[in-house]
């Protein structure tokens, strides 16, 4: 089956930094992806020129056989996204949040239904504000699945939020991904990664260092626990540099 | 049609959530027209003027709401939705960002038309106030000088870098605009030196061409403002589609 994101020799750079270099990425319907990566490894920039909202230097992107730039007006008819920050009006009820974003689209889902099914429904009339990180958190998951999309972006979906909460998204992902939504996470949290992603990247200055399934990077590693594994893939470099400071 | 209709529903809503167009664009003229009325009166602009300064000071209560959302509103919710990366998020869905500014340049005008219809009311009712001019040429002046005002607006919150920048640059504008052009300080009861230097700004400009229109007074006279006025909007509106920054 063709794949629904497909990113090939993707390379962007601000003015003298290298953020993303050669990156290819496929990813078939019903998957869930994960991208890693340290802070400022490339991450949100790798998700930013798949979505068009920065143009790359080079290499192409395709969601859905589309041109997120070219075909941006029908490809987001089908495409939810969730980015790091929240990014909503100030005082604006979630009601008022979620009615909006349905006016966005020619056939949204319910609001009301999706806000009920993530356990909102009696914060309607709240300012989305005031909701805790979780509610807000849930709040956007709902919004990105408004448009009824066939792919979702979720940027560092759990990053603040309490370990109650954060099983409380893994759910709410889990039974999309059972629909068979295809789904791109960026994520800090390797267990949150192991529980949900049958695919991953390992990102480390804008470039794959590796790419596969969870099991397949612990196989890699001389470790057992894919956090060590992660570890050891991503601090390589710094080990060589301290054992260097230590000879000195 | 129907995300627009949404989207200026939801954004006239947020707009006087948060109070403060209501207060400087809608209440402040309100109130000036009615200390104006009570301490003029009827009395003649000068002696032997066939308008009074009631007449005259018209025109120039009625910009307060487009100074008030033009050089202040627009650049701040402009910078602002930058900011929270509201725009950046109109990017990932089938609709432009270039919509919800469209929402918010038509939640200023309407905000200029209410101040509009509401000046010219109290005016008319408790002062006797009535256009000696023509109604067509008022109102194309009107719309002329909201368009430039809305284009500093676009160009201020278009370009800068964010937020506070933004508020800065609006306050510089606004606060020296609002009573050096005449629009709260009648230009007129102004000593001449300071009418020279009020001559620069934009809304000076823009005043003396309602002022023309209203009073009913020889159009020869207003070449100048007009030029102003449109080269301003034109180079304001050019500069700031070049150098405007989703985020």
């Known amino acids: 089956m063709e ?11 601000y003015e003298q930094i290298t953020a993303v270099k050669n990156v290819d990425i496929s990813i078939r319907p019903g998957e869930v992806f994960g991208l890693l990566g340290a802070n400022g ?18 290499g192409t992107v395709s969601i859905l056989g589309m041109n997120p730039q070219k075909g941006r007006k029908k490809l987001f008819e089908q495409v939810g996204v969730q980015f790091q920050e929240a990014n ?3 005082k604006i009820r979630v009601e008022e949040l979620c009615e909006l974003t349905a006016s966005l689209y020619k056939s949204p889902l319910d609001y009301v239904k999706l806000l009920s099914q993530f356990g909102l429904s009696d914060k309607r009339k709240s300012q989305v504000s005031e909701l805790s990180g979780g509610q807000k958190q849930r709040l956007f998951i709902a919004l990105a699945l408004i448009p009824n999309p066939k792919v979702v972006f979720l940027d560092e979906l759990t990053t603040g939020l309490d370990a109650r909460a954060r099983r409380d998204v893994w759910k709410s992902l889990s039974d999309l991904k059972e629909k068979g939504l295809t789904i791109l996470l960026t994520s800090h949290f390797m267990d949150e990664v192991e529980a949900l992603c049958d695919k991953i990247m390992i990102l480390k200055k804008g470039e794959s260092i590796f790419c596969g399934t969870v099991q397949e990077a612990i196989a890699a590693s001389p470790y057992e626990k894919f956090e060590d594994a992660y570890l050891w893939f991503t601090d390589e470099e710094e080990r060589e540099n301290e054992s260097i400071s230590d000879a000195s | ?12 809503k947020l707009s006087l959530r948060g109070m403060d167009m209501f207060i400087f664009a809608i209440c402040l003229p309100v109130v000036l ?21 009631l007449d005259q000071s018209f025109g120039a209560v009625t ?6 959302g033009g050089i202040m509103g627009l650049p701040l919710v402009i910078s602002d939705y930058r900011n929270r990366k509201i725009l950046k998020r109109f990017q990932v869905t089938p609709i432009s960002p270039v919509l919800i500014l469209a929402v918010q340049l038509v939640i200023y005008a309407l905000y200029s038309i209410c101040s509009l219809v509401l000046v010219y009311t109290v005016g008319a009712v408790f002062f006797g106030y009535h256009l000696q ?14 368009v430039s005002m809305f284009s500093i607006g676009l160009l201020v919150g278009g370009i800068a870098p964010n937020t506070k920048i933004a508020g800065v640059a609006a306050s510089l504008l606004y606060f020296p605009m609002l009573i050096f052009s005449g629009a709260t300080l009648p230009y007129e009861i ?24 209203y009073l009913g007074l020889p159009m020869n006279g207003v070449i100048a403002p007009v030029m102003v006025m449109i080269v301003l909007a034109v180079i304001c509106s050019s500069i700031s589609i070049r150098f405007f920054r989703w985020e």
């Not at chain 1, 794949?3 to 750079?13: D, H, P, Q, Y």
């Not at chain 1, 490894?41 to 080079?58: F, P, R, V």
């Open chain 1, 3 to 13: 794949s629904v994101i497909r990113v090939e020799k993707l390379c962007k750079s």
């Open chain 1, 41 to 58: 490894a490339g991450k949100s920039s790798t998700m930013e020129c798949i979505l068009g909202t920065k143009k790359q230097d080079s």
């Open chain 1, 88 to 90: 909503y009006q100030d």
């Open chain 2, 1 to 12: 049609m129907r995300a627009f209709r949404t989207l200026l529903k939801t954004e006239c």
């Open chain 2, 33 to 53: 027209i009615i200390i104006l009325g009570m301490v003029f009166g009827n009395k003649a602009a000068y002696d032997g003027a066939a308008y009074s300064f």
């Open chain 2, 63 to 68: 910009t307060i709401a487009i100074c008030a």
């Open chain 2, 133 to 146: 001019g023509s109604w067509l040429h008022f109102l194309a002046a009107y719309l002329l000088v909201m």
């Open chain 2, 190 to 213: 102004m000593p001449a030196t300071l009418q020279k230097v009020a001559d620069i700004l934009p809304l000076t400009q823009g005043i003396k061409l309602l002022k023309a229109a």
